[in-house]
């Protein structure tokens, strides 16, 4: 069965440093998200993108955070200077028009 | 804004035992999904139910969804200690992009 994967599993960073979250989704599929799961707290949208630009973005994916798909598989999210508060697990989704969506296996993001 | 909450936030019952878990929001849906999450691991899709059904079924899982008092219920019958996870219910508005909000969780622990 088609899957979302994740790249890393788990990523260490310095307060202030950029780090790159990447996704794979499924091929055919046409709508990706990035959600993010502080430990023990709910999971929480950060953006929607569709036709190679943003279609709706939350009030967390502020200036700090950026999304692209360089090429037709990948689906980046990127955090420019990495806070504490970024610790999290964050997820990619995607989905085909009308259906469910797929989430990956999540990346553990921890900022030291 | 709309919010997923589920009830209760822990709930530990003996194997065999059905588990039932509720969810309640605050504006109107398109639909209604409930999602599982092992320990730090990503979601997997169970189950959704649009605003116009009020039960469905799928093997063990019974969904209902009440769309007057905005809420939902998850049940799971003759549970299996692999049942073990956290379970989301998570609201979809509709639209284009139909983004998820998700609801802070039900721990369910089943004991063998």
């Known amino acids: 069965e088609p899957e979302v994967t994740q790249t890393p599993s788990h990523q260490v960073t310095q307060m202030g440093q950029e780090v790159i979250l990447r996704c794979v989704p499924i091929s055919n599929h046409l709508y990706f998200y990035w959600y993010r799961q502080i430990l023990g707290q709910k999971v929480e949208f950060l953006v929607s993108?569709?036709?190679?630009?943003?279609?709706?973005k939350s009030e967390i994916f502020d200036d700090q955070f950026s999304v692209e798909r360089p090429d037709g598989s990948n689906f980046t999210l990127k955090i420019r200077s990495t806070k504490l508060e970024d610790s999290a697990m964050y997820f990619c989704a995607s989905r085909a028009d009308r259906r469910t969506r797929v989430f990956g296996p999540g990346t553990r993001l921890t900022v030291t | 804004s709309q919010q997923g909450e589920e009830d209760p936030q822990a709930l530990s019952i003996q194997e065999g035992e059905n588990a039932t878990m509720n969810c309640s929001y605050k504006t109107s849906i398109n639909n209604l999904q409930w999602y599982r999450q092992n320990s730090g691991r990503g979601l997997v899709h169970l189950i959704l139910?649009?605003?116009?059904?009020r039960e469905k079924h799928s093997g063990r899982l019974r969904v209902t969804l009440d769309t007057s008092k905005k809420s939902s219920s998850l049940l799971i019958t003759a549970s299996r200690a692999a049942d073990t996870a956290s379970y989301f219910c998570?609201?979809?508005?509709?639209?284009?992009?139909?983004?998820?909000?998700f609801g802070k969780g039900t721990k369910l622990s089943v004991k063998p």
């Open positions: 998570a609201t979809d508005s509709g639209g284009s992009q139909g983004n998820l909000i």
């Open positions: 139910i649009r605003s116009n059904e």
């Open positions: 993108f569709y036709n190679n630009e943003i279609s709706e």
